[in-house]
């Protein structure tokens, strides 16, 4: 059973930088793809970055590019998300999730809730202006 844990989240001022992580267990995640979504109250969930764990390809959404990046540790199975430069906008619950067959991800894909197959329980950044 894959497990994703995500912790790093907090209360922050505008400009500011939080990292978030989230650790994943359960099985072998060199084909996967990894994702980290958000979610602000009364709004849909939404893409934010993703990279593939075997190349380190990485994606991002044009809200969050030049602000926003995400790296992964094989070694300790956990994936990073760095967040500098921070707006109140940005405040929302962040997801980590987890595509079995992230090789297969291009494009709009990446954007898709669908193409993931597993979900941390999201941690919570706020941003205070």
């Known amino acids: 059973q894959v497990l994703l844990v995500e912790s790093g989240g907090g209360v922050v001022q505008a400009g500011g930088s939080l990292r978030l992580s989230c650790a994943a267990s359960?099985?072998?995640?060199?084909?996967?793809?990894m994702g980290w979504f958000r979610q602000a109250p009364g709004k849909e969930r939404e893409f934010v970055a993703g990279i593939r764990w075997n190349s380190g390809n990485e994606y991002y959404a044009d809200a969050v590019k030049g602000r926003f990046t995400i790296s992964r540790d094989n070694a300790k199975n956990v994936v990073y998300l760095q967040m500098n430069s921070l707006k109140p906008e940005d405040t929302a619950a962040y997801y980590c999730a987890a595509a079995k067959y992230g090789e297969f991800l291009y494009g709009t894909s990446w954007y898709l809730l669908r193409s993931y197959d597993y979900w941390g329980q999201g941690t919570q950044v706020t941003v205070s202006s």
């Open positions: 359960g099985r072998t995640f060199s084909n996967y793809a």
